[in-house]
């Protein structure tokens, strides 16, 4: 963009920086609004002032164009204006450049051209060579600029676009929609509601289509107390909209995306606060509904402190979403908080009502065991709520308790998933039974957490006069070559039931019933017990009002404008349990939770009954697994392992053995998977590991007849807990 050919008077410094500033407002400003519009979850959880978010805001519109502005206006001060024309090409070809690349990269989104081999630095490349080309035209013609003069408005229109949003009225400028009528509970019973997360409901059943108690006593325990709604069903797949779902009774709206109070001002949670009856403890980790009169932290960084920490996240979210992912080592990193996770030194602050601040991906066993504490006796009846996020992925937990992945974060995806995300399961099936199976033990760990809550409200003796409702937002899908979140007709048992209890205060004898439930049902159920009107019409309905008529259908929204509708009596959901058992067998049934090794016989024999054989060609480079006990991580078993084997080609998988203290502890394979052959992932029980250091040990398994020979094969480890009789294994960080 040097000096155009064609005399232009109208071309003056301000009109330039005019153009400058209608470029960085598609380059820069509007994608960060953007995203900032997508998430104000972020501002609600770090409570920046509205003054704080609106300069930073102002900083992405004008930092560029106002910099411009005061170099150029300084050279043509001292007589170099060929100087300024060359500081307004370039900084104008780059802001071109950026805004075709992000055009781009909607395009690849949109049409998935990057399934089909274009890769994000040719778009890249091509963005800039179409800035020379647009250089070229405005130096040639006048219209290139006379366009650029239009586009100016989006330097209104973009921050105006932002404020539109209800959200973000209510972060910037205090504007927050209140409920619609002051609530009075007639009957303020104690309500203790437990939300899980990820949860399938079938996947409690046993062959009988009733609780699994042996594998899920607690859930078995309350379902002989409370009605067990075994046809209840989602209305979302996403905890962002499912869970709104349950604490409005209003089925999703698409145009309402981000979980925030500004959007469902008539919650549960404000409307149990609005009527001053309760005790509030809120233990929610992912929406961002609950009262700002409930939080308990105040801000405590000064304006610049403020402006500064969220300039500084919205320019790594930019840089991230922005850059090609073949420049991924260059990015910078993106702040916990930006996904809703809670850093440590807010944690250190743990009260005992009100809202209670956790991360949502960790820290499951000290969230439950807050959770059980704050359990008390108050003058007020008590409104407890805890939404805990399991047994959905990182799967990190086994049944007693114990952790065997220290560092897991929902940022690692399951093993034998795709996608950027992980959002698919591939072809291999040993691999997603894998997954089926970590879910599954972490489901007898959300078991023993709803135990304890039991035990904590009859040792209060609160059980039976509270109104409990234990309830799920969404299933998880285990089936080859689908989706695992997005609903299709194939997955729709996996994801649409979820399990839904209700114990009425009172109640003493348990029941089951397939009447079609779905959780926008849930609101208007607690609103019918507390005998307290709601402000505004619900689409779901009461399940203790005897005179509700049971709904023709059920829906699922799916992400996008989509809704799938089925049939009430959805029998199709039993298909899962079919699966389950058909794999891992029952609690009380030929129980084969723990039955995955590719070849069972090896499993607990000695390493010297067998033959060795020459070192393997193979490393494996372990993400997880080895390990040793120690006094700091008292809960930790270096149970789990995955890794990825280096050597030769691999023209058929490989079978490996885990040894652990001289026996072998467990066996599994890499991938039949081209696109993730070398990969493996296997899983040992608790008791193969003792209370003190631990020698791990891996061969590959190759078999003639009934004969086995034991390949030793050396490996490294990012776990820094390993420990390895191998020269090649890392003992430290």
């Known amino acids: 963009m040097s000096e155009s050919r064609v005399s232009d008077p109208g071309r003056t410094l301000f009109t330039r920086i005019l153009q400058i500033a209608a470029l960085n407002a598609f380059a820069v400003a509007q994608p960060v609004f953007d995203r900032l519009g997508s998430n104000p979850e972020y501002l609600r959880l770090e409570d920046f002032s509205g003054i704080a978010i609106g300069t930073s805001l102002l900083l992405f519109l004008l930092a560029i164009p106002v910099a411009t502005l005061i170099v150029m206006a300084i050279l043509k001060s001292v007589k170099c204006p060929k100087s300024a024309d060359l500081v307004f090409a370039t900084v104008g070809m780059i802001l071109v450049a950026v805004s075709l690349n992000i055009v781009f990269r909607w395009l690849q989104w949109r049409f998935e051209w990057r399934r089909v081999g274009i890769p994000d630095i040719a778009l890249f490349f091509a963005g800039f060579s179409l800035a020379l080309g647009c250089g070229w035209m405005y130096r040639r013609w006048q219209w290139p600029g006379q366009i650029l003069n239009v586009a100016a408005i989006g330097i209104i229109l973009f921050p105006l676009s932002l404020l539109s949003l209800s959200a973000m009225q209510a972060e910037i400028l205090g504007i927050t929609p209140k409920s619609s009528s002051t609530t009075h509970a007639k009957n303020p019973v104690p309500v203790v509601i437990v939300a899980f997360d990820g949860l399938c409901g079938m996947s409690l ?167 059980v504490r704050c359990l008390q006796k108050t003058e007020k009846p008590g409104f407890h709520f805890l939404h805990v996020v399991i047994p959905h992925d990182p799967w990190s937990h086994l049944p007693s308790g114990k952790d065997y992945s220290v560092n897991s974060r929902i940022f690692e995806h399951a093993v034998g998933t795709t996608g950027e995300i992980g959002e698919y399961w591939a072809d291999d099936e040993l691999f997603v039974k894998q997954g089926w199976q970590r879910y599954l033990l972490q489901l007898q760990y959300a078991d023993r957490c709803l135990g304890q809550i039991i ?262 480890s990012l776990d820094f807990t390993v420990r390895s009789d191998s020269s090649s294994a890392s003992d430290d960080p």
């Open 455 to 716: 035990d904590q409200l009859e040792s209060i003796d609160e059980f039976e006069r509270s109104l409990m409702i234990v309830v799920a937002d969404h299933g998880m899908a285990f089936i080859p070559s689908q989706e695992r979140r997005k609903p299709v007709s194939e997955n729709l048992p996996d994801l649409m039931s979820v399990p839904l209890f209700i114990k009425l205060p009172g109640q003493a004898a348990g029941e089951i019933t397939d009447r079609n439930v779905e959780t926008i049902d849930v609101l208007p159920t607690i609103a019918d017990v507390l005998q307290m009107q709601l402000p505004s019409l619900v689409d779901g309905a009461s399940l203790v009002d005897q005179n509700t008529k049971e709904r023709p259908r059920k829906s699922m929204y799916c992400d996008g404008s989509e809704v799938m509708v089925i049939n009430p009596d959805f029998p199709q959901r039993f298909s899962y349990v079919d699966r389950m058992l058909a794999t891992f067998g029952s609690g009380s049934q030929d129980d084969r939770l723990w039955s995955l090794d590719t070849i069972p016989e090896l499993v607990g024999r000695q390493l010297t009954e067998f033959k060795s054989g020459d070192p393997s060609p193979w490393k494996c480079n372990l993400e997880h697994g080895g390990g040793d006990l120690t006094p700091r991580w008292p809960n930790f078993v270096p149970s789990y392992f995955t890794g990825h084997l280096t050597g030769p080609k691999i023209s058929q998988p490989v079978q490996i053995a885990i040894a652990v203290n001289g026996r072998i502890g467990g066996t599994t394979r890499t991938s039949t998977n081209s696109d993730m052959s070398g990969s493996m992932g296997a899983l040992l029980r608790e008791e193969v590991f003792a209370e003190r250091p631990n020698v791990v040990q891996l061969f590959e398994v190759e078999r003639f007849g009934d004969t086995f020979v034991l390949h030793k094969m050396s490996f490294t």
């Open 205 to 371: 059943l046993n062959e009988r289509h009733e609780i699994d108690a042996v594998r899920y006593p607690s859930f078995a325990r309350l379902a002989g107390k409370s009605t067990f709604y075994r046809n209840a069903t989602t209305v979302h797949s996403r905890t962002t909209q499912a869970m709104p779902a349950i604490l409005t009774g209003q089925l999703p709206d698409m145009s309402k995306l981000s979980p925030v109070e500004s959007n469902h001002p008539n919650n549960l949670f404000r409307l149990i606060y609005d009527t001053n009856q309760y005790d509030m403890t809120v233990f929610e980790p992912v929406t961002r509904l609950s009262p700002k009169e409930l939080r308990q932290l105040d801000q405590t960084l000064s304006f610049t402190e403020q402006v500064w920490q969220l300039s500084g996240t919205l320019t790594r979210v930019y840089l991230n979403t922005s850059m090609p992912t073949e420049f991924e080592c260059l990015q910078p990193e993106i702040p916990l908080s930006w996904y809703g996770i809670v850093e440590e030194t807010i944690l250190q602050e743990r009260p005992s009502r009100g809202l209670v601040a956790y991360s949502w991906d960790a820290e499951h066993g000290l969230q439950v065991a807050h959770f």
